[in-house]
């Protein structure tokens, strides 16, 4: 995992090109793959690395993998674009064959967190995920659904090699008529899109049905976070409860002389204010790493497994860029479920 100053110091190199000269393809493969691993990583030194370097060579900066949380969006667009760059926050699957929302740099105008509008000949939908009828987009009115696809386009899958029905049953079935992504989405009253999670993801607490990136987002907005993740684990009561994972900005505690039992208060309230009690969580981790993909994706079915104390199913984690990192979540969250009891 390269050091912290590793992206800032090679794209201040390609200054004299006046914009990005990487060449190499195993350059450009290594970016593609780890960048938006390592622009979460980054949150966790502040402002402090990319300003010590010259970036005025780049034009336009990209968002790949995950939903990029609206104070990850800032923190990009500010201390590594300047606020000079447009960030093209796109939405796409590997089976899409391409982007299917995305702003158009310099003519999309942005919003922190959203990956703006259908791209061309992509007539995407938002349905109502209990009978799949669409959603229709009011004036002044905002949508919360599923998002598909009503439209075939020419980029899309078409199967599955060797296993088409498994193609019709993930894809196709789920909503007759519609490509059905999988993801949970947010459309606001200007038409922009916020995905919200998979669909799998949708937390169920006392009624109330919450996206993970709503709670997710309540959290890295204290000062001291810089990434999180929530799961759920079964509830006898509440059907499911929130188990959330966060790591700090490098620093934080000694700057801030917080106690990490106050620290949890504050996050519980930060929750409670911007979502509803209902989201509070039941139980906060805070680690120095994520389960993450070498392509910066958040590994929460590893996280699910772990708080359901499940570790005989994990199953595959070759794909975590350290996987070091379960072992440790397990004697944590082991820790603190002790000490509740």
């Known amino acids: 995992e390269p050091y912290p100053t590793f992206w800032w110091r090679m794209w201040s190199w390609t200054l004299p090109c006046n914009g990005p000269c990487v060449k190499s393809p195993f350059i450009t493969h290594t970016v593609e ?15 402090k690395v990319p300003s010590e370097y010259d970036l005025s060579s780049l034009r336009v900066l990209g968002s ?5 949380n ?13 606020k000079d760059c447009t960030i093209v926050d796109t939405y796409w699957q590997t089976e899409t064959g391409g982007h299917i929302i995305t702003n158009i740099p310099g003519v999309t105008p942005m919003k922190p967190g959203s990956c703006t509008l259908p791209f061309y000949g992509i007539d995407a939908v938002v ?3 209990k009978d799949g009828t669409v959603l229709e987009k009011k004036e002044g009115e905002a949508t919360v659904g599923v998002l598909a696809v009503r439209q075939p386009w020419p980029g899309m899958a078409r199967t599955c090699l060797g296993d088409h029905e498994r193609y019709k049953t993930v894809y196709l079935k789920p909503y007759p008529g519609y490509y059905f992504t ?49 799961v759920a684990k079964p509830h006898p009561i509440k059907g499911e409860s929130i188990c959330a994972f966060v790591t700090l900005v490098v620093g934080y505690e000694e700057s801030s002389g917080i106690l990490e039992t106050d620290l949890v208060l504050e996050l519980r309230k930060a929750v409670r204010a911007d979502v509803g009690p209902f989201a509070s969580p039941d139980l906060i981790c805070i680690t120095p790493s994520l389960p ?33 990192v379960v072992d440790d979540l397990i004697q944590k969250v082991d820790s603190l479920i002790n000490k509740k009891h």
């Open 33 to 47: 793959k780890k960048f938006g691993l390592y622009i979460k990583k980054s949150l966790r030194y502040g402002d």
């Open 64 to 68: 790949v993998g995950e939903p990029i």
């Open 182 to 230: 999988g993801d949970a989405v947010y459309r606001d009253v200007d038409g922009y899109h916020f995905i919200t999670g998979r669909v799998d993801d949708v937390l169920n607490v006392s009624g109330h049905r919450i996206g993970t990136a709503e709670v997710e987002s309540a959290l890295v907005g204290h000062e001291g976070v810089s990434q999180a993740a929530v």
């Open 70 to 82: 609206p104070e990850a969006w800032r923190w990009y667009y500010g201390n590594v674009g300047r």
């Open 127 to 129: 349905l109502d995920p």
């Open 292 to 324: 993450m993909t070498r392509s910066g994706k958040i590994m929460r079915r590893v996280l699910r497994k772990i708080v359901r104390d499940e570790i005989d199913t994990l199953g595959d984690t070759s794909t975590l860029a350290d996987p070091s």
